[in-house]
């Protein structure tokens, strides 16, 4: 089984791992994508971790794409090659999975992210099937426990 077959799996700002060992878990073999040299090592059989740009990783050819809780902090001016890139890699039938950050969430209106309206995320999906886009909206405790305003798309999408 390797990248490319029809259990290979991407995920990409793989962070803490816990996306990547439940894709494994699944049976998928996961190419665990971060950019950060402190992400925890993962020790699991069916995960390769990998500390890496994504936006200059070479990408293979996955049935899984997920990209949870880190499009929104690629830089703006690199997200269309980036996801021009990732839509490549999807395979025929592929699932792409993850979240966009909404014009209204805190970490978009402090500059530390970029965000979309739902049209504007709904057009990134031209040529795709959507499964589902889901726009959340809530005030709640950011991982400092300050209240902050949230605002996201939750997306699943098939080739």
Same mark, same amino acid.
């Given at each position: 089984?390797?990248?490319?077959?029809?259990?290979?799996?991407?995920?990409?700002?793989?962070?803490?791992?816990?996306?990547?060992?439940?894709?494994?878990?699944?049976?998928?073999?996961?190419?665990?994508?971060?950019?950060?040299?402190?992400?925890?090592?993962?020790?699991?059989?069916?995960?390769?971790?990998?500390?890496?740009? /994504? #936006?200059?990783?070479?990408?293979?050819?996955?049935?899984?794409? +997920?990209? !949870?809780? %880190? =499009?929104?902090?690629?830089?703006?001016?690199?997200?269309?090659?980036?996801?021009?890139?990732?839509?490549?890699?999807?395979?025929?039938?592929?699932?792409?999975?993850?979240?966009?950050?909404?014009?209204?969430?805190?970490?978009?209106?402090?500059?530390?992210?970029?965000?979309?309206?739902?049209?504007?995320?709904?057009?990134?999906?031209?040529?795709?099937? /959507? #499964?589902?886009?889901?726009?959340?909206?809530?005030?709640?405790? +950011?991982? !400092?426990? %300050? =209240?902050?305003?949230?605002?996201?798309?939750?997306?699943?999408?098939?080739?």
């Amino acid at each position: 089984m390797g990248p490319g077959d029809s259990r290979s799996a991407l995920d990409i700002g793989s962070g803490n791992g816990r996306d990547a060992l439940f894709i494994a878990e699944a049976g998928f073999l996961v190419s665990a994508v971060d950019s950060s040299e402190s992400a925890p090592v993962l020790d699991h059989p069916r995960v390769t971790q990998l500390c890496a740009d /994504i #936006v200059e990783y070479p990408l293979q050819q996955y049935a899984l794409i +997920n990209a !949870s809780l %880190v =499009l929104p902090f690629i830089d703006a001016a690199r997200f269309n090659a980036l996801w021009q890139k990732l839509l490549e890699a999807l395979a025929p039938s592929g699932v792409i999975a993850g979240h966009l950050s909404g014009v209204r969430d805190w970490k978009v209106q402090a500059g530390h992210a970029w965000g979309c309206n739902l049209a504007e995320a709904k057009q990134l999906f031209s040529g795709l099937t /959507i #499964v589902s886009i889901e726009e959340h909206e809530l005030d709640g405790p +950011n991982i !400092s426990g %300050v =209240l902050v305003h949230k605002h996201n798309f939750e997306f699943v999408a098939r080739k």
